[in-house]
């Protein structure tokens, strides 16, 4: 505790040293010295004693119990209020169906983003059509959905490098790809799979996002049919997805995108290639031993059934030859959608398998696009592919196939390297200094590891392990500042963990995530963790972490009468409260509406039980602070309306009473007094 106190002092007293400070109190397995100690004497802060909050800040630090390299994290980390961070993370929400918005880095929270889960706040799926007609994108023909198990989220890229336009992510559960425009920060889009109930590999964009891939996962017969178990071989079939993106209009062009058919083993995840390997996709899969689960005591279940090869076949798509193929007459509809059946694939050598082992999770190409790296969960390597090898192999013709007639090219003549990095490596990420870092589940370690080819370093063994950091715990995904770009920037590394058990305060048996923050901005073998941010929604699976400085999001719509839904005036807007109406026509009922500081217009609304309403309301505000709520309890309506936005909700007056609506943002000191009254007559009164 003294020398803590003495290294504190110094590290304090001159801030140049305070970096200098790392080196001699960490060791390499990233862990504070410091720390560990603190934490085995007396804790890291006093339980119940007082802790000192004014004083120098050495015997603040002292009280808290804070060691020298705690306090070097605070400074890397803490962000004064109105300082803003230098990256922006946007993370899956997992289970929550959102996308949540993390400055770096601090890790605040910035917003959550409504995606595939109705949001409160933002009035995502409380009536306002642009947000109702975004969410029944994505229900079945049967059923509204109104939850998602959120894995990938993919910023949209121009020339491999990420542009600030929009975001897509992935609903595993029910293999559906949302777009998000970051202009608003808002969902535009949701697109239901017609051919399968559960996807895995999306999403993941093409350089310069004319496609985002979603690659599948559990087979089923293809569409939606029936076909018993003992069929599977025959029936049932994967898929790859690529979704055609109308950067133009925002949206996912459904008429022009397709799918491959592909033999019924669970493809997982998928990349696309850049530079070297542009126009590929990557997917890599399990369960080639075509498991089929069991059904009571006998027989094998999965998680043994389909672990049993040593190899299953990463999927190397041609794309740029897909697309060709799917604009022309080989193709299949299924559910209406485009689907290139397997023997076209075949035929057409769109598809290829190359052998991965054991148990493969997570496909990452390089920065240059010429190498594909893949962890196996069973393996204690992460094997690297070159790309010009791949090619190589496809024109010397030398290859087998598999059971379904897809062409397996020779594993040790494609394989570049294979780095022992310990136990349940799983997905890899790049930096700016020839660096990869591989997450590894079971060593719940982040490893770090040296490229070769153009990415090796000066004196450096290529294809080697360099350092490992423990994290807390069970590390899914990492992400990396810019990592998924042609251009990484280093820096910063987030480790993306599952069920912190013992980090954070105890909220009951469902545990909170762990994100890590963990600094890569030295080589070797400092890459310590510098920054915990629990995440109490979902399991978040990925992020992607973009300069702050490329996002250029409006600050108020551009103009007042804006319709988020078509990004334009919307027809339906008025700019004055001289224009407020209320139209009749038997029982329809057109309502122009406004709200601006501090009431809304009109405050009564006078209907009859039985009316089709239809109410258009415009915020007329043009200050960046007013945006105005509109909920309407009776009629389960709640609506956000941002400065400038026109919202339109459509209801059948079927409860009679009188109804307040009120505005739920605190937009001024009369807020409380926004509100009106919704008049609906019973219908009985009205015939007497
Ligand atoms: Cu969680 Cu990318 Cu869905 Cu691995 S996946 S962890
Ligand atoms: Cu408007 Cu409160």
Redesign the pocket.
Known sequence: MKRALMLLGVCLLVPAVIFGCRREDVDTSGQPKEAQEESSDEGAAPAGGAVALSGSAEEIAASRGLSPTDIENAVRTYTPSGKLDDYVMFASGGHGGQVLVVGMPSMRLLKLIGVFTPEPWQGFGFGAESTMNVLKGGDTPSKPLRWADT??PSLSETNGEYDGQFLFIGD?ANSRVAVIDLRDFETKQLVKNPIADID??GTFVTPDTEWVVEGGQYAQPMGGGYAPLEEYNDKYRGHITFWKFDRARGRIDIAQSFAIEVPPYWQ??CDAGKLASDGWIFCNSINTELATGKNGPDGVNFESGASQNDMDYMHAVDLDKAAEVAKGAQTTKVNDFTVIPLQVAIDEQILWFIPEPKSP??VDVTPKGEYITIGGKLDQNATVYNFQKIKDAITAGEWDTDPYGVPVLPFDKVVEAQVELGLGP??TVYDDKGYAYT?L?LDSAVARWTLGGDYRQDGAEPWKLVTKTPVQYN???LAAAEGDTASPDGNYLVS?N?WAIDRFQNVGPLLPQNFQLINIASPGENMPVVYDMPVGVG?P??AQIIKADKLKAFEVYPEVGWDPETMAKSANAITSEDQVRVERDGNNVEVWATAIRSHFTPERIELKQGDNVTMHITNLETQRDATHGFALSAYNINLSLEPGETETIKFVADVPGAHPYYCTEFCSALHLEMVGYMLVEPSQTAAR
Do not use: C, I, P
């Open positions: 894995h990938h595993k895995h590999g997982d995840l999770h997570g799983l997905h997450s589940f590390v899914g995904h993306l599952k399991e699976h990925y």
